[in-house]
């Protein structure tokens, strides 16, 4: 033990200073098309379990009972999660009514009066102050918490793809989303509040597991269990679910959601508790609005936060001239779902630029201006539709009561008659002067006729309203906007075909449905999930079939344009993301030409100082666990006495890839490039600008094609070598001179490379990985022995010790460490993962995203078939635009060997 310790030791204070340089940007460059938009370097979550000693101790000696009756405990969590996701729902619902019939009570009253004074110029004034002192709370609430704005699915999305967003599932997070879109949809604003739901019930699903608050500190109880990144997904994966059961009464829906559009790992028993979770919801929903907003406490037929009514042929058409839909409707909601996929491409379209435009202009100053393009945006929605209620609406005769909701309500309680005689109504103040869900119903269920100028109107100026507000900094969900604008477009289209084709027997209704779920697929890209959601909502199962025709369709003919809105978002914020599969132009990539190669590593015995210094100096994860390969494997193969095992022991040697052989290849490859450029351009005449250029253009490749190399930081001198004059422009000028020369000088120096690199890049055994969050607390809690006694001496900790302070570590830099010695040792063996998970070095690309993405990893080791590690792959390797870059090396090396092979022959 005393020899390894001093091996250990001594081999750690020679490799402190090549430790200490191991620090590279990691963060992977983006398209040029966005490459100056502010980015954020994201972390990702740890779903993967620590097979550490005080792991394997805690498994083996939980026989409390509390341990024991775990699963038990899981569910009843499971059901809190549901029941509170519904009363937040509950919460919103409840307020929005009120804050939306004060709002349109008052001006009501104050049309009515204008219209006989004229002084309708007063009733805008006071809609328009409504509405800006609402959004203004709605924005300055998010302006606290910004992570509050928007829908929060493009962020949940990446939460549970593994994604460490920030304050993402914070309590105060949740109070700015649950009461600022209770003001952002009250204020007038095209938002819906369905999305923020989801959003609020996947904070819910986070919190309530950990029975603690950071932000309410004494809130804090005795329950070490479930506070780990994937008992956490598991939570959330059921609180998103649980929102949209609460938003659209669909719990299967919700179901469907967690698992098309988040989580990246799935199994039986998580899809269980999920549906569990989102009935808990739905039949919180419906108990609580039963009695609150119908007077009928213990009706449970009540639905959802939005309802889309009951589909039936009105009472005058009851033979057999009308149905629902036909075979030959199908063909023309195909149409129809083609129209909406270009729609939603244009509409994201637009809306992404309006984003790159607030990321580039608004978003980088202060944010009072953010609020104030969010009061702008309430401004000019709220007057262009009382301008277009008032002035362009159409009056239309009302014929009778319309079925919504299950119950024959009259039509004078939701139509709007400004300025029209009796028996007639405004369409246009009817679609404006409503909650959205109201406006939907009108469009599916109203017996009278829209005039095709004011659906034109209305969806033209809905269109582009919500485009505007959606990325604003106040709570905006999508869903409802997407549905309305839609059943605008299928209800346009329902009526040229009844008034001008001479299509009679059409149900209007199915037609707007159809141009919902057209316009709002074409926008989100979704599928399997929003089917069964509009199923549910619709009541009416016979919709199954047009409504999943039309929203394929509608995705088809969307992704030949651009993505769905919420990855658009997601890529524009720069995070790492990663799909469902790579794609298939990856697959001639292995896993040695992305793989992370500059490694910061720690012994199994190691010094507190070197630790100490590791950590304030870098800031990875982890850190494998490594020792020194010091044999010689040519006198191996002279040892040995059989020549078969000597042809062994030379395959070995030739086809394995060692550290310094992979740093060979590339440097290499990258020579046999800049040689080529230099041998092209020397054909030039010496003062050609474009054979300068092609030298610059060269040596910047260069020094970007080594995205993690210690080449680069070894050589780093190389820059700077006659004094503040950079060596490439050096080079450039004595490659003009002397273009056969600088051939031969940097064939040379890439022979004495070769040397350099066998040493700096020597084999190193790998033992495991140690989690840094670990390493922090052996530090705070002194775990460590002096030099002179055996590593038996070390105290232990208990697993809850190490993990105590999830899920917010103490930074190495906030820890008293005072109190320890900084020349002893500490023995990491006992609290390393001795078995994470590892690829061979030639393992496909694909096959290693694959894996990556459905364990949840953090970091994926490269060991070769000698137990050597020669790299580590992390999330940001196998981003789509890392890919790309690592894609373009691969392809120019095959050119290169294409050529010479050429040349040879």
């Known amino acids: 033990m005393s020899q390894a310790r001093r091996c250990c030791c001594c081999a750690q204070s020679d490799e402190d200073d090549e430790e200490m340089s191991h620090i590279v940007d990691t963060v992977p460059q983006t398209s040029t098309r966005h490459a100056n938009l502010p980015r954020k370097d994201y ?51 409840y307020f929005v009514r009120l804050l939306s019939k004060l709002k349109f009570g008052t001006v009501e009253d104050s049309i009515l009066q204008c219209s006989q004074d004229g002084c309708l110029v007063i009733s805008l004034l006071i809609i328009v102050a409504i509405d800006a002192a609402f959004v203004f709370i709605a924005s300055s609430l998010v302006a606290i918490e910004p992570i509050a704005g928007g ?45 923020p739901m989801i959003h609020s019930g996947a904070i819910v699903g986070a919190g309530i597991p950990q029975f603690q608050s950071i932000t309410f500190r004494k809130l804090n109880f005795n329950f070490p269990y479930f506070r780990t990144d994937r008992d956490k997904r598991d939570f959330v994966s059921g609180g998103a679910a649980a929102g949209v059961a609460a938003a659209f009464g669909s719990p299967i829906g919700g179901v469907l959601f967690s698992l098309e559009e988040g989580s990246s790992f799935w199994n039986q028993a ?36 939005i309802n889309f009514g009951i589909f039936t042929c009105p009472e005058s058409n009851t033979d057999s001239t009308c149905n629902l839909w036909t075979a030959y409707d199908l063909l023309l909601f195909i149409v129809m779902g083609l129209g909406g996929g270009l729609l939603g491409a244009l509409f994201n379209f637009i809306n992404s630029h309006l984003t790159v435009y607030r990321y580039r202009h608004v978003n980088a100053r202060p944010r009072y201006v953010r609020v104030l393009e969010s009061v702008l945006i309430a401004v000019v929605t709220t007057s262009i539709a009382f301008v277009a209620a008032m002035t362009l609406g159409e009056c239309k005769d009302i014929k009778g009561p319309a079925i919504i909701n299950g119950s024959n309500a009259e039509i004078g309680e939701s139509v709007r008659t400004y300025f029209c005689e009796n028996g007639t109504y405004n369409d246009m103040a009817t679609l404006f002067f409503n909650s959205q869900e ?25 269109f582009f309203l919500s485009c505007w507000t959606y990325g604003a900094m106040v709570p905006s969900g999508l869903f409802v906007p997407c549905l309305l604008c839609g059943a605008a477009y299928g209800r346009f289209i329902g009526n040229v075909l009844n008034e001008y084709v001479g299509y009679r027997n059409i149900y209007s209704g199915s037609f707007a449905l159809m141009g919902s779920a057209a316009f709002l697929g074409g926008v989100v890209r979704m599928t399997i999930s929003l089917t069964v959601i509009l199923i549910e ?54 896993v040695h030409e992305i793989m992370e190669t500059n490694l910061t590593y720690l012994y199994p015995h190691t010094r507190v100082r070197s630790v100490i210094s590791i950590l304030r100096t870098t800031m990875h994860h982890a850190y494998p666990i ?15 006495d059989s020549a078969l095992e000597t042809q062994n022991t030379q395959f070995k040697k030739e086809h394995t890839l060692t550290r310094a052989k992979e740093q060979l290849q590339r440097r290499e490859s990258q020579m046999s490039i800049d040689l080529q450029r230099m041998r092209s351009s020397s054909t030039r005449i010496p003062n050609d600008r474009h054979a300068s250029d092609t030298f610059q253009t060269s040596q910047s490749w260069s020094q970007g094609a080594y995205f993690s190399s210690e080449i680069r930081h070894r050589n780093s001198g190389i820059q700077n070598e006659e004094g503040d004059r950079p060596r490439a422009a050096s080079m450039e000028e004595e490659h003009r001179n002397h273009p056969v020369d600088i051939m031969s000088d940097l064939s040379n120096d890439s022979q004495t490379d070769s040397r350099d690199i066998e040493d700096d890049y020597r084999p190193l055994t790998f033992h495991g990985v140690i989690l840094r969050s670990h390493l922090v607390a052996l530090l705070k809690k002194g775990v460590c022995y002096a030099e002179n006694s055996p590593s038996s001496s070390q105290r232990t900790i208990r697993y809850e010790e190490l993990t105590e302070d999830y899920p917010r570590y103490p930074d190495i830099h906030d820890i008293d ?89």
């Open 438 to 462: 109201t406006a939907i119903k009108q469009l599916f269920h109203q017996q009278g006729t829209f005039s095709l100028p004011s659906l034109a109107i209305f969806f033209v100026f809905f």
């Open 626 to 640: 490594i020792t020194d390969n010091t044999r010689n494997e040519d006198r191996d193969s002279r040892m040995v």
């Open 43 to 93: 972390e990702s979550l740890d779903y993967d379990v620590c097979y550490s000693k005080p792991y394997l101790d805690m498994t083996e000696a939980r026989n409390t009972w509390s341990s024991r009756h775990l699963e038990l405990f899981r569910w009843i969590v499971t059901f809190s999660i549901g029941i509170c996701t519904g009363l937040v729902a509950v919460f919103i619902d």
């Open 537 to 590: 909502s619709t009541n009416e199962i016979s919709y199954g079939l047009p409504i999943m025709v039309v929203l394929m369709v509608a995705k088809w003919s969307g992704d030949l344009f651009n993505k769905g809105l919420y990855d658009i978002h997601v890529h524009l914020k720069g995070v790492p993301h990663l799909e469902w599969e790579a794609s298939k132009k990856v697959e001639k990539l292995r």
């Open 817 to 905: 460490l005072s109190h320890i010695n900084r020349n002893m040792i500490m023995d990491l063996t006992q609290y390393m993962n001795p078995c994470p998970y590892t690829v061979s070095p030639e393992t496909p690309v694909s096959k290693v995203f694959n894996l990556f993405r459905t364990m949840g990893l953090r970091h994926l080791e490269v060991v070769n078939s000698s137990g050597e590690i020669l790299g580590i792959v992390t999330r940001h390797n196998l981003t789509e635009e890392f890919l790309d870059e690592k894609l373009k090396v691969h392809e120019r090396n095959q050119e290169e060997m294409s050529e010479s092979d050429v040349i040879i022959s």
């Open 270 to 305: 998580l899809t269980w508790r999920t549906f569990f979770c989102a009935m808990s919801a739905t039949f919180c929903l419906n108990f609580m609005l039963s009695g609150l907003v119908h007077n009928k406490w213990g009706a449970l037929d009540q639905p959802g936060l």
């Open 151 to 195: 829908s929060g699915i493009p962020e949940i999305k990446c939460y549970l793809n593994g994604i460490k967003v920030p304050h993402v599932v914070r309590l105060k997070t949740l109070i700015s989303k649950a009461v600022g879109v209770l003001f952002s949809v009250a204020g007038g604003l095209f938002v819906g509040k369905e999305g």
